[in-house]
């Protein structure tokens, strides 16, 4: 039996003012403080974290609404949106989904240092520009990472990045996937999910394909992360139908 975790969406609260730093009171409403990680414990065997947006208001930021659930790592000089925006179904519907746009690398986060044998799925839609990048075994402070990268152009394919304080390492380059990655740009959804183990053994899979298996010698745990990455340009794509579960 599967059993849903279910997601309380709280009433959104003013962003603070730049006099006054978040998480201070204003007006009798408390800003919430946004972390790197939120914190939230792994499910449970059995159940599964599942989130397809459509619980919150069109418009509203994630990290803001629901603070105990989400949060964002930013690189320096990076920007990111997170906001529940209405896109269209592969039956042409109305629907919600996270509309993610940024600027420089920018991830919306989940989870906690100590997560690990999870797998992490969901539905993406490319609308303009950039790469899509997940973050796999997290830091709570963002800066050690396994960021897959779904490239185009130049870094057409997928690849597997490993991230240290300000360092990068391409640990698995498939510049020979370029052909699928192009197909992506199609601007129809399609699915993406990750196995993450405690041995430091990663498994990537796009529409079912397996395309990345690595195991990494130094990363085992930490939360995950989805964001979208360009130099200096406004790139956006949609997430949808979330979903985190034990292994």
Do not use: C
């Amino acid at each position: 039996m599967r059993v849903n975790v279910p997601v309380q969406v709280p009433p959104p609260a003013s962003p603070p003012q730049p006099s006054q730093p978040a998480g201070q009171a204003q007006g009798g409403v408390t800003a919430p403080v946004i972390k790197v990680l939120p914190g939230n414990p792994l499910p449970p065997a059995g159940s599964a974290f599942v989130d397809d947006f459509s619980s919150y208001p069109t418009g509203a930021v994630l990290p803001m609404v629901a603070p105990d659930r989400y949060g964002v790592y930013k690189a320096p000089n990076g920007t990111l949106s997170p906001a529940v925006a209405e896109t269209f179904t592969p039956q042409g519907g109305l629907d919600k989904a996270l509309r993610l746009e940024a600027a420089n690398t920018a991830m919306l986060t989940t989870g906690a240092p100590d997560w690990t044998d999870y797998r992490v799925s969901f539905r993406f839609k490319y609308e303009t520009g950039g790469t899509l990048d997940v973050g796999l075994f997290v830091h709570g402070s963002g800066d050690r990472m396994l960021i897959v990268r779904l490239g185009w152009g130049y870094t057409g394919g997928v690849h597997l990045i490993k991230v240290a304080g300000d360092q990068r390492f391409t640990l698995v380059s498939r510049r020979e996937l370029k052909p699928l990655t192009e197909a992506l740009k199609d601007q129809n959804w399609h699915d993406f999910a990750a196995e993450a183990r405690s041995d430091g053994t990663v498994r990537v899979m796009v529409d079912q394909q397996t395309v990345i298996e690595w195991k990494d010698p130094d990363y085992r745990a930490g939360g995950i992360g989805i964001g979208i990455n360009r130099l200096g340009d406004r790139i956006i794509w949609h997430i949808d139908d979330l979903k985190v579960e034990r292994l």
